[in-house]
Structures are given as structure tokens and as C-alpha cells.
């Protein structure tokens, strides 16, 4: 929402708000109450005492229970300004909890009235404002101006504030990266008593990322926050104090290590590396670090000679040069290291950072595959011979490498799998069998299932299931129930294909499409939407009365049990006239 306010307008907006609210908005008892605005609870400022917070949270909780998005976010900024933990703030305030039923202009009003309160000066609403902006609530997210309420609100004395300014300039999130500026918050915040900046602090130098590893500080810093009553920091004072053993665990091999790759061991060099570079069991020293590693690839250890190629690739501590990338590289693969074949022949295959080369590009694939069993690499070969990149076309070859990527290669390949399937159902160098099409496609949607967080192979195989029971072939009847049962599974897992599919279908006068077309908006379209019971409803008659007896049922849950309304019901009917 991109709005220029000014104080009077705005006021007069809220003053319209309300009144528009008031006789616009309806109150069915089927649905949540609305509370128009806040001014029927009287809210208290917040004076910087526990009392205040308390009495903020209380005023609030009512409107917070039926969904309100600011009155959601003011109880849990209450209840964490009290000391309460995540885990029961989250139990009692939810973020999930936020209703999106609340009708747009009532969820402007909310907003309007806390941007007054912000304005007005109270440090406790200008930090809910800013994590508004930070974080998109309402809001289009805006980094810019959440660092300008979070420093509104620290000025004002806001410790939490404060800890997230800090945080804003740890990360460069909406300000110039400044770690010094944000150490020196979180300092001043955690001598006043604010334990989020203690944990803070524990976490900065538990990882050393911003500033040198430092355990005992770590320590120093968790425990304080425990101490203070912070109870999650017993999770970061344990990491602390594994860390600090794995330290002195390591200090204890430095000599041993020192003196084997001193004798030219390339695993102590190796390990002598990443000690200095990572500053466990020594000082942190990036150049002694390097110089470690360098030995050891000079020597061919693949993972020292990775991390080289990494470095005069991304320019660490060197000027980027893309020959060095290349030498290294190449010599990882020569020493054996899987990714680093799969990653050289697929430069060579595309001609990114050196001349394209098919040659060379088919033999480290080859040593991938033959070497390390990479699905990827086998994949890569079939392409090459199906679509006839340096080696003559073969489909027959091409299936026999995506068959063994998918059945003998490491990883998921997934991919291979689908590519199986399509070769098969149009008869690509070999015979159309559309049983062993059904067969890949089938393997592709149960590994998606098996694996979660791979939605577009899994909506993709489904749809092609779903086509090969509509048009059968060799070794397959056509099953237009089993078709359209397949599309309604595809158009669960998110193929847009497959909606479109099934609502043409449906429109068409598929009973079977029309009741899961119902099942789709009862649930919410792809999980995405909220539920349209109306919809449902028409879907459900269109079946109905076409013979459908589960969706006779489904209509009969929605008229007398289920949340449709008389006025959804009533719009239903008419349109299934």
C-alpha cells in the first residue's frame, strides 16, 4: 500500500473508516464479529512498566481471538515484551491466527488507527509499525521505513526496538551494513536488561561471522540472558559449550596435525586449512589458512583443489581469475571429486567460462557416471545422444542412460524418470508402450511423495497420467474415470495444466470433474485460496443432478451441517438452473 498521509486527512479517513465500517460491513453470526476499531477498549499507552504491556495485552486479546491482524501483533509484542517465550506467545498468539475473513476496509481502519498511535509518539506501537513495514503486514514491505519506526521507538526507549535496529545493521537490511553500530545496540540494550540483545550477542560470536570467534564470550553473554530469565538461551549456551569442546578438542591435535603436514600428509594439510581459515582450535588466519590449503591441492586433494577453484572464483583474498578457477577445477575432477566432473563437462556442454567443448564435456560425464554412479552425469549422456550433441543420435542409447540414471544413479533423478515415460508413450526409439510410460511417470509422482518440496515434477507426472488414461495406447485401454480421478490428483499438487484440464471438463458436463471441481473450492483451490463454499455448493449440484451420489451427500453435509450460507446456498441454485 504506497499511501502519503499527513495527520489531518488521515484523521478524517478513520473518522469515515468507522462510519463506513458501521453501516457496510455485515455481522452474520455465521461468520466473526467485526470490531470495527479499538476505541471501545481503551487501550493504554505504553510508560515503559510491565503494568502497561499487560494492560495493552488484555485490551487487545478480544479483538486478537476473532483475527485482527494489528491486534494479533500488538498481544505478542505485549506478551514477548514481558519476558514470555516464542513458544508460549505463539500457543496463545499464533501468527496463523490472523484471519482473513476480516473484511479489507475494517483491516485498514485497525491499521490507520495504529499509525496514529505510532505517530503520536508511543515508542510500544511505533515498534509494531516498524515490524509491520519489516515484515509485510499490511503493509508492502519496506525495510527503509521499518528502520526509521524501530529508531523512532529505541529513542522513545523501546529496548526490543533497539535489538531489532541492531539486527537491521548486522544485516544490512534496510540500512548500510555497519556490525560495529549494531554491536554497540545491542550492548547498550543488554546492560538495560533487554535479553534478546544478550542472545544476540552470544550468537555473533558463537559463528564469528561479523566478528572473531570468541566461545568464552559466547558463553558469557547466553548465560547472562538465562540468568535474566531467558529460557531459549539454554539452547544457544549448550551450542556455545559444544563449540568451545570442539575447540579445545581441536587445539589439542594441532601439534600432531603441524607435524604430519609438516612431513607433506595432504589430509593434515588439508585439516591445518580449514582450521585457520574457520579459526577452530587457533587464531583465525585466513592467509596461513589458504597457504594450508594450497599444499594440499598442490599434492591433489580434491577438496582442498574445490576450494581453491572457489576461491579464484569468487575472488577471496585473490583477484578473480577464471584460469586458476579452471586449473583447480580441472584437477579436482582429475583427483575423483564427483561434483567437480558433473560441474566441468556441463561448462565444457555450455561454453560458460570456456570455449565449448562436446568432447570433453561427454568424457567427464562419462568419468562421473562410470567413476561416482552421478544420476546427473548419466542424465546428461542421454540427453547428448537423444537430441545428438557431439555423438550421433541415438534414442536407443539415450534410454538405456536415462534408465540407468533413474535406477542405478545417485540422487533423486526424477527427471530421467519423466523423460522415460515420454519416450515410451510416443514410441522414441523404442516401441510405443504406454504400460511403461504409466510405469516412469508412476515412479516420478511416488518419489515426489516420498521426498517433499518437489512440486513441479510431482503435478507434471500426474497430468501425464492423467492424458495416458484419456488417450490409451499400446497396452492401455482409455479410462475416462481414471483420467479425470488423475486429474483431480494433479490439480491438488499445484499443475495449473491440470486445473484447466478439469474445469473444461466440468463445464463440459463430467460429473465426476464437477464434484472434485467442488472438492477443490471446499478445500481452497490448490490450497492456495481461501474456501469458496458457494462455489462448492454449484459444483455439487451440477453433479447432483447428473446422478453423482456423493456430491447428493457432500450438497446435503453443506445444507444442514456445513458453513455455507442460505445466501451462498440460494446463489448456488440459481446459477445451476
Known sequence: MNRTRT?????????????????LVPSPAATLRVVTMPTDVEPAAYDGTPASLRKICSAFTPAAKEGHAVAVYICREALLA????????????????????????????????????????????QKVLGYFYEYGVQEQKDSRQAVQ???????????????????????????????????????????????????ELGDLYLRGRAVALDYDKALDWYQKALDAGNKGAKDGL??????????LEAARKLPGLESAAEQGAEDAQYELGRMYCSGMGVAK?????????????EQGNRRACRIMASRYSEGHGVPKDSAQHLYWFTKAAEAGDSYAQNKLASMYERGR??????????????????????????????????????????????????????????????????????????????????????????????????????PKYSSMSLAKIATLYERGGPGLEPDTVKAVNWLYTAAKSRSS?????????????????????????????????EPDYGEAAYWYMEAAERGHRTAELFLDFLRFYGPATEEQLADAARRAR
Open 353 to 454: 567460462g570456456v570455449k565449448k567443448d562436446y568432447a570433453l564435456a561427454r568424457k567427464w560425464y562419462m568419468r562421473a557416471a562410470s567413476e561416482n554412479k552421478r544420476g546427473g552425469a548419466m542424465r546428461a549422456l542421454g540427453d547428448m545422444y537423444r537430441e545428438g550433441r557431439g555423438v550421433p543420435k541415438d534414442p536407443g542409447a539415450a534410454i538405456r542412460w536415462y534408465r540407468k540414471s533413474a535406477q542405478e544413479g545417485t540422487g533423486l533423478n526424477i527427471e530421467s524418470m519423466m523423460i522415460l515415460g515420454d519416450m515410451y508413450a510416443a514410441g522414441e526409439g523404442v516401441e510405443p508402450d504406454a504400460r511403461l510410460a504409466l510405469k516412469w511417470y508412476g515412479k516420478a509422482a511416488d518419489v515426489r511423495h516420498e521426498v517433499p518440496g518437489m
Open 149 to 199: 519506526w524501530y529508531r523512532r521507538s529505541a529513542d522513545g526507549g523501546y529496548l526490543r526496538a533497539q535489538w531489532l535496529l541492531g539486527r537491521c545493521y548486522a544485516n544490512g537490511r534496510g540500512i548500510a551494513k555497519d556490525v560495529t553500530k549494531a554491536i554497540v545496540l545491542f550492548e547498550a540494550a543488554a546492560d538495560k536488561g533487554c535479553t534478546e540483545t544478550m542472545c
Open 497 to 529: 495444466r491440470a486445473l484447466k484440464d478439469l474445469t473444461a471438463r466440468a463445464e463440459a458436463g463430467s460429473p465426476a470433474a464437477q464434484f472434485y471441481m467442488g472438492e477443490l473450492h471446499y478445500y481452497g483451490i490448490q490450497r492456495r485460496t
Open 285 to 297: 588466519d585466513e592467509a596461513q589458512g589458504y597457504a594450508w590449503y594450497r599444499r594440499a591441492a
Open 7 to 23: 495527520a489531518a486527512p488521515r484523521s478524517l479517513l478513520v473518522v469515515a473508516a468507522l462510519f463506513l465500517a458501521s453501516i
Open 238 to 247: 549448550a551450542r556455545a559449550r559444544r563449540g568451545k569442546a570442539r575447540w
Open 82 to 125: 514481558q519476558g514470555r517465550s516464542p513458544r508460549e506467545t505463539d500457543r496463545l498468539f499464533p501468527k496463523e491466527s490472523v484471519s482473513k475473513k476480516i473484511p479489507d476496509l475494517v483491516a485498514e481502519t485497525w491499521y490507520l488507527w495504529l499509525m496514529e498511535q505510532a505517530e503520536s509518539g508511543d515508542a510500544f506501537y
